[in-house]
């Protein structure tokens, strides 16, 4: 049984940055979530157990990266260059999958933290 607990969700204007943290009790592949206010779930990141391997959502690319600390068993999303868009609640999950976009393979999540991107 893998527990995450998130943190570092807030609001932000447009423009600016957020930092996401994941505290977990195991070590894992992990990935970052999102979902905005009448829409599904979607994928944002996912990073190997240990942090050499990670993708991204074409949404995001070159503006979010996931990295981890597994001395801390913490993964972070660092989020810049935010907008409107960017605005939903924000989940970490944890499998044993390895890379994976798809979140019904991951067996476990974080109860979430709003980002808020105002314009």
């Known amino acids: 049984q893998v527990q995450l607990v998130e943190s570092g969700g807030g609001l932000v204007q447009a423009g600016g940055s957020l930092r996401l943290s994941c505290l977990a009790s195991?070590?894992?592949?992990m990935g970052w979530f999102r979902q905005a206010p009448g829409k599904e779930r979607e994928f944002v990141a996912a990073?190997?157990?240990?942090?050499?391997?990670?993708s991204y959502a074409d949404s995001v690319k070159g503006r979010f990266t996931i990295s981890r600390d597994n001395a801390k068993n913490t993964v972070y999303l660092q989020m810049n260059s935010l907008k409107p868009e960017d605005t939903a609640v924000y989940y970490c999950?944890?499998?044993?999958?390895?890379?994976?976009?798809?979140?019904?393979?991951?067996?476990?999540w974080g109860q979430g933290t709003q980002v808020t991107v105002s314009s």
């Open positions: 990073i190997s157990w240990s942090g050499a391997t990670t």
């Open positions: 195991e070590r894992t592949f």
């Open positions: 999950a944890a499998t044993t999958k390895g890379i994976v976009t798809t979140q019904r393979l991951y067996g476990y």
